[in-house]
């Protein structure tokens, strides 16, 4: 999906999914690389007309068509960066809320490709649901080894047995489509599981 908005946007993307607490769980951004510098240096996120509409707002949009007030000129500075023209898409619940923005210098989008942002932004949105729960048996396997107990120890301070504790943990990285433990345990706390 990447790929296609790659292909949507001559002059990049950025995607935050699943923002939580002012924070996404998934950030990925190729606009030009000076753009995201200055945008992050000065974070902009708190101050940027395009993010306040996302969070307000679900659907897809022209930047143009934004009428958030914008007093540190966000939008014209992104246009110095050869963005004068760029979309936005917002989808989720407002506790789990996903933005996708794209860029380009040459014209607005057409409503065709408007409506492929959506499309390709609530598809991002989907796929990248985070698990919303563990079981607590997970969730004490996966404590006692982010705190760095090994297998042996972590099953005696359950009382369980190695075998059920490593049946915990498999259980886990199933359930948080992780392949090993050290990225159960660094998803769970990512998603806010731990």
């Known amino acids: 999906m990447l790929n296609e908005l790659a292909q949507l946007s001559p002059l990049g993307f950025t995607v935050g999914l699943h923002i939580r607490f002012a924070t996404p769980l998934i950030y990925h951004s190729t606009f030009p690389p000076g753009w995201v510098r200055l945008y992050n240096d000065n974070s902009y996120y708190l101050r940027d007309p395009l993010v306040f509409w996302g969070i307000g707002c679900t659907g897809v949009t022209r930047w143009s068509e934004i009428t958030f007030p914008d ?13 004068k023209f760029g979309a936005s898409a917002s989808c989720g619940p407002i506790s789990s809320r996903s933005i996708v923005g794209i860029g380009r210098g040459d014209r607005e989008f057409t409503d065709a490709e408007l409506a492929k942002l959506l499309e390709i932004a609530l598809r991002l949105h989907e796929e990248n649901t985070p698990p919303t729960e563990l079981t607590s048996a997970q969730i004490e396997a996966l404590q006692c080894i982010s705190n760095g107990d090994r297998h042996t120890a972590a099953a005696a301070k359950l009382g369980i047995s190695e075998s059920a504790l490593k049946a915990r943990l498999k259980s886990a990285r199933i359930r948080l489509e992780a392949r090993t433990t050290s990225e159960a345990v660094r998803k769970a706390r990512e998603y806010r599981l731990l």
């Open 71 to 83: 007093p540190f000129d966000v939008i014209k500075q992104a246009a110095a960066f050869g963005m």
